[in-house]
T-cell receptor
Framework: EADIYQTPRYLVIGTGKKITLECSQT?????MYWYQQDPGMELHLIHYSYGVNSTEKGDLSSESTVSRIRTEHFPLTLESARPSHTSQYLCASSGTSGRAYEQYFGPGTRLTVT | GENVEQHPSTLSVQEGDSAVIKCTYS??????FPWYKQELGKRPQLIID?????GEKKDQRIAVTLNKTAKHFSLHITETQPEDSAVYFCAAPSEGGATNKLIFGTGTLLAVQP
């Protein structure tokens, strides 16, 4: 079944550790997104990719980085985690032509940095 | 760029009553307006959307209306049920639709009291 997958679902890690949040989709979509969602509910775009080898920073400044080497895979990396990175991270994707704006979300990764 | 405002931030209704959530947008070039529902601990899911060539769209108990002149759109839920309790987000295309990015509203926490 076509879906968006994120791993891990929950992660508790100490300050200074390097982490990678995985996102993959079997939707056949070319565009992928990373959002940060704090308990205050708002969804903030932190990274965006049009396709392979194309990434942009989003509206909310983030110390994380992303890569897009394969169409279906869009991992997010934090080189040195800090308590301020504690949040929920949601990955999403969207397709082309008439349904290009319809974004489908993954289940999220809840990150806690101690 | 686009700016989306959403009201109210919280809404409590009795089961069976109607609920209305309103959003305004700033970019007159925006042409697509989705609504997402996020239940507690789950991913946001698209529940209904409207394009700028129509003024209203219905899907069973939910409907969305669009007023392009006033640049606002609303979600209407009739005969509310406890399972409608969730956070609802409106959105509009970023940069007038030049990209496929969406700008989300700040969310409305809807509580349906049985």
């Amino acid at each position: 079944e076509a879906d968006i997958y994120q791993t891990p679902r929950y992660l508790v890690i100490g300050t200074g550790k390097k982490i990678t949040l995985e996102c993959s989709q079997t939707m056949g979509h070319d565009k992928m997104y990373w959002y940060q969602q704090d308990p205050g509910m708002e969804l903030h775009l932190i990274h965006y990719s049009y396709g392979v080898n194309s990434t942009e920073k989003g509206d909310l400044s983030s110390e994380s980085t992303v890569s897009r080497i394969r169409t279906e895979h869009f991992p997010l990396t934090l080189e040195s985690a800090r308590p301020s990175h504690t949040s929920q991270y949601l990955c999403a994707s969207s397709g082309t032509s008439g349904r290009a704006y319809e974004q489908y979300f993954g289940p999220g990764t809840r990150l806690t940095v101690t | 760029g686009e700016n989306v405002e959403q009201h109210p931030s919280t809404l409590s209704v009795q089961e069976g009553d109607s609920a209305v959530i309103k959003c305004t947008y700033s970019d007159s070039a925006s042409n697509y307006f989705p609504w997402y529902k996020q239940e507690l601990g789950k991913r946001p899911q698209l529940i209904i959307d409207i394009r700028s060539n129509v003024g209203e769209k219905k899907d069973q108990r939910i409907a969305v209306t669009l007023n392009k002149t006033a640049k606002h759109f609303s979600l209407h839920i009739t005969e509310t049920q406890p399972e409608d309790s969730a956070v609802y987000f409106c959105a509009a295309p970023s940069e007038g639709g030049a990209t496929n990015k969406l700008i989300f509203g700040t969310g409305t926490l809807l509580a349906v009291q049985p």
